[in-house]
């Protein structure tokens, strides 16, 4: 099962990997980091399509997620207070994760035009914020690390972010399983619910007007 360590203290993230795209010198690596609820796993059927493409596919557990380093007593308080502290230690460990898969894994820098080689990273829906967190806290990786970036990194993918993931007040009306009273009591049955509610394909009556008041589920 592979990892890597992100600190000193010994945190680790778990990952797929479809590894080097034989033939290709020049192939990019793009790195996924799955949202809430799911695991890695979602893009299972995403990697045999990689090397199709010249691309190798690496999908991250975050943290808390199967394979990967559980959370402290008290790193769990931090996220649950919304200290701003968690979002500089995810910066790192996402930084930290990009430069030891350069480093071991020996990838293509990014060619002259930027189209091919080095580093894309993506993150889906809650996972955007793994992307965000880099990109906002930049003077908090370490000079030697965000060189090593500088080279590689060429592109970040926000696929499907939540509002939330840009700090944004929850739209009026909107729906949240995790907010939802009838699950208060028990978190497992609102992942399940989430599941469920976020798979789920709904018809609108007026797609023009935008309104999502008229729903038909």
Request: proline share 5%; charged share 20%.
């Amino acid at each position: 099962m592979p990892t890597a360590s992100v600190d000193s203290s010994g945190t680790e993230l778990f990952f797929t990997d479809t590894g080097p795209v034989r033939g290709a010198h020049n192939y990019t690596t793009l790195v996924i980091v799955h949202g809430i609820a799911f695991t890695g796993e979602t893009f299972h059927r995403l990697l045999p399509y990689g090397k199709r493409d010249k691309v190798r596919v690496v999908v991250v557990n975050r943290r808390q997620y199967d394979g990967s380093s559980k959370y402290s007593d008290a790193e769990l308080q931090a996220i649950n207070s919304g200290h701003a502290s968690v979002l500089r230690k995810l910066a790192l460990e996402v930084a930290n994760f990009l430069v030891w898969f350069v480093r071991t894994q020996n990838i293509p820098l990014p060619t002259e035009n930027k189209r091919a080689g080095g580093i894309c990273l993506m993150g889906w829906s809650l996972g955007t914020v793994s992307c965000l967190s880099l990109l906002s806290h930049p003077g908090i990786v370490p000079k030697i690390v965000h060189s090593k970036l500088q080279n590689y990194l060429r592109k970040i993918i926000l696929y499907d972010p939540p509002h939330c993931a840009f700090g944004y007040e929850k739209p009026d009306q909107a729906y949240d399983p995790f907010q939802d009273a009838g699950f208060a009591d028990n978190m497992g049955a609102a992942f399940d619910h989430f599941c469920y509610w976020a798979t789920a394909s709904f018809d609108h009556r007026g797609l023009a007007t935008r309104s999502t008041s008229d729903l038909d589920f």
